[in-house]
């Protein structure tokens, strides 16, 4: 009797931690943090430090994933794969998306039947609305509003 019940919570604490860690990889997956710059010429840098050296310069509103935060830092990468630090109170919830191909169509719709409105280039930053299956509600802080597929920002 003792022995199956050794048993028994040797299975329940297999699959408790089996269960712990498949929530903590799927929860990681679905919550990437995301946001963007609060204005323009905020550094990226080597490390987590004001002298760290300075591998490139982002302007307001470019979006950004946050991989690891270290005291008032944050480790970030951009839509290219590129990654490094930044001073974490230059970084705003606000949520933007970046044009990930070499020229997008902006449509007046969500669909391809629609007519296209406007063309967007590589690196051009827009603030994503609602989304209707794989189109997404795009606006650009000159205005220009419309329908965009979602494989073609990023994120």
């Known amino acids: ?78 839509f290219e794969g590129d990654s490094g630090w930044m001073y974490a109170p230059l970084l705003s919830n606000k949520k933007t998306v970046i044009i990930k191909a070499k020229k997008a169509n902006i449509r007046v719709g969500p669909g391809e039947n629609y007519e296209i409105a406007a063309s967007a280039l590589y690196g051009v930053v827009f603030t994503p609305g609602k989304t209707e299956g794989d189109w997404v509600q795009i606006t650009h802080a000159d205005g220009t509003k419309g329908w965009i597929n979602k494989t073609l920002i990023w994120p």
Not at 3 to 25: E, M, N, V
Not at 31 to 41: I, L, Q
């Open 1 to 78: 009797m003792m022995k199956r019940r050794k048993t028994s919570q040797k299975r329940f604490l297999a699959c408790l931690g089996i269960s712990l860690l498949t929530f903590f990889f799927a929860a990681n997956a679905v919550g990437a943090e995301y946001g963007s710059v609060t204005k323009d010429g905020v550094n990226i840098r080597s490390g987590p430090d004001n002298n760290a050296e300075v591998y490139w310069e982002v302007f307001k509103d470019f979006p950004l994933k946050v991989l690891q935060r270290k005291n008032d830092w944050a480790k970030v990468e951009d």
